[in-house]
Each structure stands twice: as C-alpha cells, then as structure tokens.
C-alpha cells in the first residue's frame, strides 16, 4: 500500500509557484532560441567563405566605382556614363581580346560591355599578371598614359593597361581580360554578386 504524503503548500502558493515556474522555463525557451536564429542570417565567416552579396547600386553616381570584398578579393561596382559606354566600341583595335574570347565571365556578360546592364559593370579588382589591384583612371589621353589612352583601369606594379570594359591592350603583362564573375540583378537597386550561380548553370546543364 502506498504512503499517501500530505504537504502545507496552500493552494495560492502552489498556483505562484507553477506560474513561475513556466515564467522561467519560457524564458530560457526564448535564451536558446537567440542563438539558432542568429544563425539563420549569413556571418563575416560565412560571407568571406562565397556566400552571395547584395548591393544597392541606387547610391553609385553615374562615373563612380565602389570596391567591396568577396571571397578575400576586392571587386568593383561601377556604373559607366554614356560616354563611356559609347568609347568601348571603339578600343578594339587596341585591345589583345576585345571579344573576351579568352577570358572569364559568365555568359550573359560576353559581349562589348560584359555586363548586363551596360551602365552598370561588375568585375574583380585583380590584375590577371601577378594579382596586383589596378586603379582607375577615368581621364582619357593623360600624359603619363599617352594620347590613345580612352579610359579604363592601369596597373601601376607592372604597367598593364584595361579598358572600362576590364578588357586589356595589346603588348601588356596581363595575358587575359580582367574577370568577370557571375552576378544578377534582384530588383532594380540591387546586384547580388554570386559566383556559385554560374556553377549551378554548369550544374543543371550536365543534369539535362
């Protein structure tokens, strides 16, 4: 036969103690919830190892470049003025690859512009000699670059020169274009610059 055990808790006490009760175990509920939700979102870590990056392009004035770092490299974000969109039909004759035939970028940014958008271009900020950062160099005809100089990206480490399209002269160290990487556009103020989307392509094109 079981004891049957008798307390002196009153009833208001006990109701005070399993509402508290709940009250804490409720609380640290929420503590351990903080931490898996904060993980949903992308880290530094998890950005630095290729996750995608989103940029809102409405705040880069016509002729202005920004540098943003992706996967420990930098890359450009320009957004090219009429002109100098105009001008990239009419470097062919000075460049080693003016179609890109021989350089990377994705496939909808192989043509003049290999961009897109032709006002907005994407490409990595890294000389394709010895991985130097080139600078830009808007001014057309300076007198350190010489007279046919119509604009683009110089390499002051080994002197090699690139159009506004990242396409390099003839006669240069660099052997290719500077590249290009996989990118689109998520809405009409924002690029999210993704290189796995060009994998996925690769991807989907050998599952057919």
């Given amino acids: 036969m079981s004891a049957i055990v008798k307390t002196n808790v009153d009833p208001k006490t006990r109701r005070n103690l399993v509402i508290g009760g709940c009250v804490v175990a ?3 509920g929420a503590a351990a919830a903080v931490p898996f939700v904060g993980s949903m979102f ?3 870590r998890a950005k630095a190892a290729g996750a995608a990056i989103e940029y809102d392009i409405s705040q880069i004035e016509p002729g202005q470049l920004v540098t943003i770092e992706y996967r420990g490299a930098p890359y450009w974000l320009m957004r090219r003025t009429p002109e100098m969109v105009a001008q990239l039909g009419k470097n062919d004759d000075l460049l080693a690859d003016p179609t890109s035939e021989k350089s990377a ?3 909808n940014c192989k043509n003049a512009d290999r961009s897109i958008k032709p ?3 994407v490409v990595k900020g890294v000389c394709t000699h010895l991985g130097c950062s080139p600078t830009m160099r808007k001014e057309i005809g300076p007198a350190d670059l010489g ?3 119509p604009g683009g990206f ?3 480490c080994h002197q090699s020169k690139f159009d506004m399209a990242g396409r390099v ?3 240069m160290p660099a052997p290719k274009n500077l590249e290009v990487t996989a990118y689109r556009f998520a809405d009409d103020k924002t690029i999210v610059i993704d290189a796995d989307i060009a994998s996925d392509a690769k991807a989907d094109t050998k599952g057919a």
């Fill in 26 to 28: 409720g609380a640290a």
């Fill in 42 to 44: 992308p880290s530094a």
């Fill in 105 to 107: 970028q994705p496939a």
């Fill in 119 to 121: 006002d907005f271009f």
């Fill in 147 to 149: 007279a046919d100089w």
């Fill in 154 to 156: 110089f390499c002051p």
């Fill in 169 to 171: 002269f003839k006669g």
